[in-house]
């Protein structure tokens, strides 16, 4: 499975980005999928986690509430909807696959190459 991240910029405190993530390959609905970021100087932390089929999400304290993470198995693609975002946020996101529901980055085979979110005050 190869992903590739897109949908990253820049945006005001209080605004809104989506980012997507799109697999190659047949196996992606047989995968959960994560999102994680990395700050500047700080390691990767976990944001928040979808299962195969859609129907278990879960997320980081800091960013329940503001963000959505949804998947399209026909689209071979998932996404992560950000609102009232914070300069807290600003970080590179990443996108992963792992066989099972887990919050460890370890855990993940696959990984996108990252796309960047710069949110200003």
């Known amino acids: 499975v190869q992903l590739q991240a897109s949908g990253g910029g820049s945006v005001q405190a209080g605004g809104s980005l989506r980012l997507s993530c799109t697999a190659s390959g047949r196996a992606f609905s047989t995968y959960a999928l994560g999102w994680f970021r990395q700050a500047p100087g700080k390691e990767r932390e976990f944001v928040a986690l979808i299962g195969r089929t859609g129907s278990g999400t879960a997320y980081e304290d800091s960013v329940k509430g503001r963000f959505t993470i949804s998947r399209d198995n026909a689209k071979n693609t998932v996404y992560l909807q950000m609102n009232s975002l914070k300069p807290e946020d600003t970080a590179v996101y990443y996108c992963?696959?792992?066989?099972?529901?887990?919050?460890?980055?370890?855990?993940?085979?696959?990984w996108g190459q990252g796309t960047l979110v710069t949110v200003s005050s």
């Open positions: 992963a696959a792992a066989p099972y529901l887990t919050r460890q980055s370890e855990d993940y085979y696959y």
